[in-house]
DNA sequence: TTAATGACTTAGGATTATGTTG
DNA sequence: CAACATAATCCTAAGTCATTAA
């Protein structure tokens, strides 16, 4: 009942926040110093505290991306052993373990492409030892740990086998069927509704809490939220100001007034009890015996089987989300201002349910009813409520491999390759646009030349103060960049430094065309630092250009667009049919991370990897002595068999092998100085997100196709079903 | 015409599962 | 087999963009 109030206290705290309107833009390109939109700059102290975590140094245009990938080696996945296993694996590797649980006929054994794949292997290959992993070849029953008889082994392939033949089989094949017609997304729709969080447990009486040195028994209410407090102890965070000072606010509310007459001051409350006792539970957590987390597993498969699965229009989809978001304390990106912020528990009378009319809709839990039930064909939801801290809706969707989510992927990919076959006059338009002499021309042409080319977000407008501050294109303030008619050799170049999406910071040095140069200088005359670079326009308007231009177009298709064609050259440019497997991985990783430097896809460096960087260059230095050694030798063998002066068979042979020695040795150097190489530079870049958003599945499927590449490769298990569609559709000469 | 809302995609970090190594 | 490294999965915040309401 309080969470609607505060709604509303919400929603008025936003129009008060506000920014100044923008002003129309009929004016004449350069004319509109005046109706600059302000903003106060305390924005822009933000920005740079804090140090950004990433730094980027220089990003390459579009299309050029050739040198900014220098080594790759590790691959994705586990690529190494799979492929090892992969053809004939299959026979007779003792598959014990498998045996134990699965225990069904069998079905003929496995073709051997299906061997290889997907889990069946990755079990396998954990639970023995492994002899390292076979070579192609066939491996005769080897070794084999006595423990299990053969056709038991044989019965849990064929096992193995039937449930991916039936996973094959059921799988929905929606791509090959008609699509509803406009706006409606499913015609019946039935499913459990979401799985709420367990409720709160009270602390046991040796756990307490600590005010100014004195024990306090909290109310139930203020212990959950002093407990959700005391779990992050460990993190930087709740040293920080604002979270702190949101998270007393908020805790105050959840007090008795008898509490919150006590407890006035943060820095007089003691947690470490309770920040123990959470420790000591995540310790218990993991210590649990293997049948204790077996129970576990079981438990939480009961709660996926019954709660992860809908019915959509007589199919079974996977749901993506169908845990409600427990309460905990909300930690936004960046600089967030609503850090710290009590996140509340999500109650049944705050859910809206959305499922098929003829359907049963879902029980709420005993005692509780929902907010509505509804039937609504036009939505993909199952669920939603409003959220506190944000006042936005969340919802309960579908997995990334349904239909819903899959159709629209495939759509998305369409639509940008329908980009392709204008983008030439696309381009003309917005440079010729430099030259309008509307304002808002000029700076939409700029805005466009820099999406286009830098792959910019479209940078929708936000509210001050209600979330941290980053920007995207139209969004951009002239504080973000600075201009240098000449630097490195090159002219016209702008330096973009601001925080993007999830705060990440975009640092670039780009070159561009004297017209843009021109065009930008003209923008920033008499702005301040935090007045909009582009004060006359906003995605809105873009957009709607856009659209104009082509059906679907938006802001967005264009990252899209370049970042699957710039994959689709980059494999091109870089995979030879005559390479080998590893070398050909090496070249989709280095033409995957081309993309991802262009979209700026970063990420924190992993926690430890100094340490393992580390290590690998104290491999590198002990390789390096035993090649010097190697090396000695080899020379001392060929000194020895120079003297002797007649041939001498026997002396001959020890030279050749030091020296094959010492062959060997450099390879695995190189190979070694490699993938340091790599992993350095993989550092802060992420490939994922690109890979899962922005790389059109079908050129990754082709490239598969043609160069006689396994797809499992290049994409896990969840990626292969999110892409199923593709996979299926796809053939070697798709083209982008 | 603009602001607010709603629905959906995109995103990186945290957590967990798996694999490797000493 | 413990300790560690790496990959997969989970989680939910933070964007985009169209529609709706004021």
């Given at each position: 009942?309080?969470?609607?109030s505060?709604?509303?206290?919400?929603?008025?705290?936003?129009?008060?926040?506000?920014?100044?309107?923008?002003?129309s833009?009929?004016?004449n390109?350069?004319s509109?110093?005046?109706?600059?939109?302000?903003?106060?700059?305390?924005?822009k102290?933000?920005?740079n505290?804090?140090?950004?975590?990433?730094?980027?140094?220089?990003?390459?245009?579009v299309?050029?991306?050739?040198?900014?990938?220098?080594?790759?080696?590790?691959?994705d996945?586990?690529?190494?052993?799979?492929?090892?296993?992969?053809?004939?694996?299959?026979?007779?590797?003792?598959?014990?373990?498998?045996?134990?649980?699965?225990?069904?006929?069998?079905?003929?054994?496995?073709?051997?492409?299906?061997?290889?794949?997907?889990?069946?292997?990755?079990?396998?290959?954990?639970?023995?030892?492994?002899?390292?992993?076979?070579?192609?070849?066939?491996?005769?029953?080897?070794?084999?740990?006595?423990?299990?008889?053969?056709?038991?082994?044989?019965?849990?392939?064929?096992?193995?086998?039937?449930?991916?033949?039936?996973?094959?089989?059921?799988?929905?094949?929606?791509?090959?069927?008609?699509?509803?017609?406009?706006?409606?997304?499913?015609?019946?729709?039935?499913?459990?509704?979401?799985?709420?969080?367990?409720?709160y447990?009270?602390?046991?009486?040796?756990?307490?809490?600590?005010?100014?040195?004195?024990?306090?028994?909290?109310?139930?209410?203020?212990?959950?939220?002093?407990?959700?407090?005391?779990?992050?102890l460990?993190?930087?965070?709740?040293?920080?100001?604002?979270?702190?000072?949101?998270?007393?606010?908020?805790?105050?509310?959840?007090?008795?007034?008898?509490?919150?007459?006590?407890?006035?001051?943060?820095?007089?409350?003691?947690?470490?009890e309770?920040?123990?006792?959470?420790?000591?539970?995540?310790?218990?957590?993991?210590?649990?015996?293997k049948?204790?987390?077996?129970?576990q597993?079981?438990?939480?498969?009961?709660?996926?089987?019954?709660?992860?699965?809908?019915?959509?229009?007589?199919?079974?989809?996977?749901?993506?989300?169908?845990?409600?978001?427990p309460?905990?304390?909300?930690?936004?990106?960046?600089?967030?201002?609503?850090?710290?912020?009590?996140?509340?528990?999500?109650?049944?009378?705050?859910?809206?349910?959305?499922?098929?009319?003829?359907?049963?809709?879902?029980?709420?839990?005993?005692?509780?009813?929902?907010?509505?039930v509804?039937?609504?064909?036009?939505?993909?939801?199952?669920?939603?409520?409003?959220?506190?801290?944000?006042?936005?809706?969340?919802?309960?969707?579908?997995?990334?491999?349904?239909?819903?989510?899959?159709?629209?992927?495939?759509?998305?990919?369409?639509?940008?390759?329908?980009?392709?076959?204008?983008v030439?006059?696309?381009?003309?338009?917005?440079?010729?646009?430099?030259?309008?002499?509307?304002?808002?021309?000029?700076?939409?042409?700029?805005?466009?030349y820099?999406?286009?080319?830098?792959?910019?977000?479209?940078?929708?407008?936000?509210?001050?103060?209600?979330?941290a501050?980053?920007?995207?294109?139209?969004?951009?303030?002239?504080?973000?960049?600075?201009?240098?008619?000449?630097?490195?050799?090159?002219?016209?170049?702008?330096?973009?430094?601001?925080?993007?999406?999830d705060?990440?910071?975009?640092?670039?040095k780009?070159?561009?065309?004297?017209?843009?140069?021109?065009?930008?200088?003209?923008?920033?005359?008499?702005?301040?630092?935090?007045?909009?670079?582009?004060?006359?326009?906003?995605?809105?308007?873009?957009?709607k250009?856009?659209?104009?231009l082509?059906?679907?177009?938006?802001?967005?298709?264009?990252?899209?667009y370049?970042?699957?064609?710039?994959l689709?050259?980059?494999?091109?440019?870089?995979?030879?049919?005559?390479?080998?497997?590893?070398?050909?991985?090496?070249?989709?990783?280095?033409?995957?991370?081309?993309?991802a430097?262009?979209?700026?896809?970063?990420?924190?460096?992993?926690k430890?990897?100094?340490?393992?960087?580390?290590?690998?260059?104290s491999?590198?230095v002990?390789?390096?002595?035993?090649?010097?050694?190697?090396k000695?030798?080899?020379?001392?063998?060929?000194?020895?068999?120079?003297?002797?002066?007649?041939?001498?068979?026997?002396?001959?042979?020890?030279?050749?092998?030091?020296?094959?020695?010492?062959?060997?040795?450099?390879?695995?150097?190189?190979?070694?100085?490699?993938?340091a190489?790599?992993?350095?530079?993989?550092?802060?870049?992420?490939?994922?997100?690109?890979?899962?958003?922005?790389?059109?599945?079908?050129?990754?499927?082709?490239?598969?196709?043609?160069?006689?590449?396994?797809?499992e490769?290049?994409?896990?298990?969840?990626?292969?079903?999110?892409?199923?569609?593709?996979?299926?559709?796809?053939?070697?000469?798709f083209?982008?």
């Amino acid at each position: 009942m309080g969470r609607e109030s505060d709604a509303k206290g919400d929603a008025k705290l936003k129009q008060k926040g506000t920014k100044l309107k923008r002003l129309s833009d009929r004016e004449n390109a350069g004319s509109g110093g005046d109706l600059i939109k302000k903003r106060s700059s305390k924005s822009k102290e933000k920005k740079n505290d804090g140090s950004p975590k990433q730094v980027r140094e220089v990003l390459e245009p579009v299309g050029s991306c050739s040198d900014l990938v220098k080594l790759e080696l590790q691959g994705d996945f586990t690529e190494k052993k799979k492929k090892g296993l992969k053809r004939k694996r299959v026979k007779d590797e003792p598959i014990e373990e498998e045996a134990a649980f699965v225990s069904e006929r069998g079905i003929k054994p496995l073709s051997d492409e299906e061997a290889s794949e997907g889990e069946a292997q990755k079990k396998e290959s954990k639970k023995k030892p492994k002899k390292t992993v076979k070579k192609e070849e066939e491996e005769q029953p080897v070794t084999k740990k006595p423990k299990r008889s053969k056709e038991e082994i044989e019965e849990a392939k064929m096992l193995k086998m039937k449930k991916k033949e039936e996973e094959e089989q059921s799988r929905w094949r929606w791509w090959e069927e008609e699509r509803y017609e406009d706006g409606v997304k499913w015609k019946c729709l039935e499913h459990n509704g979401p799985y709420f969080p367990p409720e709160y447990q009270p602390l046991p009486d040796n756990v307490n809490f600590f005010y100014n040195g004195k024990k306090m028994k909290l109310s139930l209410a203020a212990e959950e939220v002093a407990l959700f407090f005391a779990q992050m102890l460990d993190h930087e965070y709740t040293t920080k100001k604002v979270f702190r000072e949101n998270f007393f606010r908020d805790w105050r509310k959840e007090m008795t007034h008898q509490e919150r007459l006590v407890i006035s001051d943060l820095e007089k409350c003691d947690f470490r009890e309770l920040h123990a006792f959470h420790k000591d539970k995540v310790e218990a957590r993991k210590a649990l015996s293997k049948e204790e987390k077996q129970a576990q597993k079981d438990a939480n498969q009961k709660i996926v089987d019954k709660y992860g699965f809908c019915l959509l229009d007589n199919h079974r989809e996977r749901i993506g989300n169908f845990k409600l978001e427990p309460p905990g304390l909300f930690r936004g990106r960046g600089e967030h201002p609503k850090q710290g912020m009590l996140k509340k528990r999500i109650q049944p009378e705050d859910i809206i349910i959305n499922c098929g009319k003829e359907s049963k809709p879902p029980a709420p839990p005993a005692g509780h009813h929902w907010k509505e039930v509804r039937h609504d064909n036009t939505v993909t939801w199952l669920a939603s409520w409003t959220e506190n801290v944000q006042g936005s809706i969340k919802y309960i969707m579908l997995n990334a491999n349904s239909k819903l989510k899959g159709e629209k992927d495939w759509e998305k990919y369409e639509v940008a390759r329908k980009l392709k076959s204008c983008v030439d006059s696309i381009r003309d338009g917005y440079l010729r646009d430099l030259k309008s002499k509307q304002m808002v021309t000029r700076q939409r042409a700029v805005a466009l030349y820099f999406i286009d080319k830098l792959a910019l977000r479209a940078g929708n407008e936000k509210e001050e103060g209600e979330t941290a501050d980053t920007v995207g294109c139209c969004s951009l303030r002239v504080e973000h960049i600075t201009l240098h008619d000449e630097l490195d050799g090159n002219d016209c170049v702008v330096e973009f430094d601001f925080l993007g999406k999830d705060s990440i910071r975009y640092y670039n040095k780009v070159p561009v065309i004297k017209k843009v140069f021109k065009n930008i200088k003209l923008f920033m005359e008499s702005k301040d630092p935090g007045d909009e670079l582009f004060d006359r326009l906003n995605t809105a308007l873009l957009n709607k250009h856009l659209s104009s231009l082509m059906p679907g177009l938006t802001a967005k298709v264009f990252r899209t667009y370049n970042a699957s064609i710039t994959l689709q050259q980059q494999l091109q440019q870089l995979t030879n049919k005559s390479d080998n497997v590893a070398e050909k991985l090496l070249s989709y990783n280095r033409a995957n991370r081309a993309v991802a430097i262009l979209c700026n896809h970063q990420r924190a460096p992993p926690k430890t990897f100094e340490q393992s960087m580390a290590n690998l260059h104290s491999k590198i230095v002990a390789r390096k002595e035993q090649l010097a050694l190697a090396k000695t030798e080899l020379k001392l063998a060929k000194k020895e068999l120079k003297t002797r002066g007649s041939p001498d068979s026997k002396l001959q042979s020890v030279v050749d092998r030091k020296a094959a020695a010492v062959k060997r040795c450099e390879d695995q150097l190189l190979k070694m100085e490699v993938q340091a190489t790599d992993r350095e530079e993989n550092k802060q870049i992420a490939l994922g997100t690109s890979k899962l958003n922005y790389l059109d599945p079908r050129i990754s499927v082709a490239w598969c196709k043609n160069m006689d590449v396994p797809i499992e490769k290049i994409y896990n298990k969840t990626q292969r079903e999110k892409f199923a569609w593709a996979i299926d559709m796809t053939e070697a000469d798709f083209e982008f």
